[in-house]
């Protein structure tokens, strides 16, 4: 009888801990309290006791009846006040919900990847005016005017002289003007041309890079971007070197990779070639040392430019340049 007053002090302050609102407690209160109540059966059935545990049981029993009575008010008020301030139904030690976190742009994500390859070769950083003049954008590279190029269709003008900057180039030229060489360099930044489909967007990303010294050799071309490629995509990425054309150099060469969707099989994304064209690179046409003031015999160097989207695009199979630009948070966060 005695450890019974016990199990059922034990149990009842339990479930009053527990009650989340009044209601919960009103049924507590009287499952123990009421009528019918587990501590009024307990105190009928007394009678039924041996003469000497009477008297104790009797006193337990009233003594918890006080002690419940006295704990059922303090739960009420308890709940009331949390009631009060509006915190029905909350559990204030649960954790709170995480803030979201920001992330950089995809592409200045890879922007950052690819200059980092580059700085670990020893190349610096050269920036340089988004708005350009026609002399550093066009005139210093060895596009003369009336060259294709300078196209009203591609290139934006500010005025007869001055454009957004179509390439990242004209970085190079205002650093040979007043550095001698060695020079290693990378120009990333905006460039602009009116252009506008699922490959082309009116403002997008490059990095450009340019070495110059004694008996740079196209070999020298070939081992810088060929370990770039091979930090940029992985060891194992196939890569060629085919002629093109650009007027700042001479030879110059287009660099394809094995097609990263089919492995060179060809499929819709390599147009059924098995190769993607990656970058653009040449030896630096002496024309464009000429006009920095470059002694050609004793100077030769390489560069390349890198366009950031195209190099995105390809790494994370992304299939329209526009979702860079759409600020979609949900593509945005994926990277
Ligand atoms: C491409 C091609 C290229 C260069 C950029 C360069 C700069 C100087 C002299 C000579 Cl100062 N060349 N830059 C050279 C070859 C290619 O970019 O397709 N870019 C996305």
Known sequence: MQNNIIDIEKEAFESI????DPDQLEQL??????????????????????DDERPSAGKNANILKGKLEAAFKEALSKLEAVDAAGLTGIDVTLPGRPAKRGSFHPITQVAKEISDIFLRLGFDIAES????????????????????????????????????RTHTS??????????QPPVRIISPGKVFR????????PMFYQIEGLM????????????ILTTFVHQFFDKETSLRFRPSFFPFTEPSAEVDIRCVMCKGEGCRICSKTGW??????????????E????????????????GIERMAMLKYGIDDIRKFYENDIRFLGQF
């Not at 009116?194 to 967007?201: A, F, K, Q, V």
């Not at 110059?212 to 081992?223: A, E, H, R, T, Y």
């Open 276 to 289: 993607l064209e990656v970058l653009g690179s040449g030896m630096v046409h002496p024309a464009v040392f």
């Open 170 to 179: 004209p970085s190079q030229p205002r650093v040979m003007e007043s550095t």
């Open 212 to 223: 110059v010294d004694k008996n740079i050799s196209f070999g020298d071309l070939k081992g």
């Open 17 to 20: 801990e527990q009650a989340g």
């Open 194 to 201: 009116c252009d506008s489909d699922i490959t082309h967007t």
């Open 129 to 164: 005016p988004e708005v350009e003049t026609d002399y550093y954008n066009f005139e210093a590279l060895n596009i003369p005017k009336y060259h294709p190029a300078r196209d009203m269709q591609d290139t934006f003008y500010v005025s007869e002289n001055i454009v957004l």
């Open 291 to 306: 006009n920095v003031g470059y002694d050609t015999d004793q100077y030769t160097g390489f560069a390349f430019g890198i």
């Open 29 to 50: 209160s009287i499952k123990y309290l009421g009528r019918k109540g587990v501590l009024t059966k307990f105190l009928r059935n007394i009678s039924s006791l041996p």
